[in-house]
């Protein structure tokens, strides 16, 4: 049973053109993040909701945003991609913040043509 | 500052034998560290995590160790399995703001 839902696996976009990837959860977590993989290098943490506090890495580029409507849906907005912002988005949760564990979304592939 | 660290980027690993994938952090005042396997196209999935206030821990065919003296982690791996051919992070939780900080990956290669 699939717990941490991502949409869609796949996107392409134009550089420049805005595009949301989506993120659902049924494990009713607390915790919602959104992380950045290249090419195999470890995640980076972009941002992350804790309930409705929204809490952003110092080094988020700007042209990234988040939402989260409620508790189960969590949006990664990149308002202007370009072209180093191919790559894996995944979306993970945590019923708390510190000494939990992470359960992850199978990502969406992001292409920047 | 804080870092954790693989020793190295690939291992290769004959099917049957035991696996070790090594991670160094650089705090020592961590005290929570968590090892994720990622297969190709797949999100990380948690394996097994440690507290600082243990040096073993075992699961079903893995096993984590901790050695606090020279803030190392390893993983260990039992009678490897083709289907354990993945990326391994080592992830570390920062003592400054307890958030999730996680290693550079290490490629394991199951070998026929």
């Known amino acids: 049973d699939a717990m941490v839902i991502q949409n869609p696996r796949y996107q392409v976009t134009q550089f420049g053109k805005p595009v949301t990837l989506s993120c659902s959860q049924t494990l009713n977590h607390n915790v919602m993040y959104w992380y950045q993989q290249k090419s195999s290098q470890a995640p980076k943490l972009l941002f992350h909701?804790?309930?409705?506090?929204?809490?952003n890495e110092a080094d988020t580029p700007d042209n990234f945003q988040s939402r989260r409507p409620n508790t189960s849906f969590c949006f990664l907005d990149i308002r202007s991609p370009g072209l180093g912002d191919a790559a894996m988005y995944l979306c993970a949760t945590s019923k708390g913040w510190g000494n939990e564990k992470l359960f992850f979304g199978s990502g969406t592939q992001l292409s920047v043509l | 500052g804080e870092s954790v660290g693989l020793h190295l980027p690939t291992l290769s690993v004959q099917e049957g034998d035991n696996s070790i994938i090594n991670c160094a952090y650089s705090?020592?005042?961590?005290?929570?560290f968590i090892w994720y396997k990622q297969e190709s196209g797949k999100g990380p999935q948690f394996i097994i995590d440690i507290r600082s206030n243990m040096d073993k821990r075992q699961g079903q065919r893995v096993t984590v160790l901790l050695n606090k003296t020279v803030k190392h982690l390893s993983l260990q791996i039992a009678a490897t399995q083709p289907g354990d051919s993945a990326v391994y992070f080592c992830?570390?939780?920062?003592?400054?703001?307890?958030?999730?900080?996680f290693g550079k990956g290490t490629r394991l290669h199951i070998l026929p």
């Open positions: 992830a570390e939780k920062s003592p400054r703001d307890d958030k999730i900080i």
């Open positions: 705090n020592s005042a961590s005290d929570y």
């Open positions: 909701y804790y309930d409705k506090d929204f809490n």
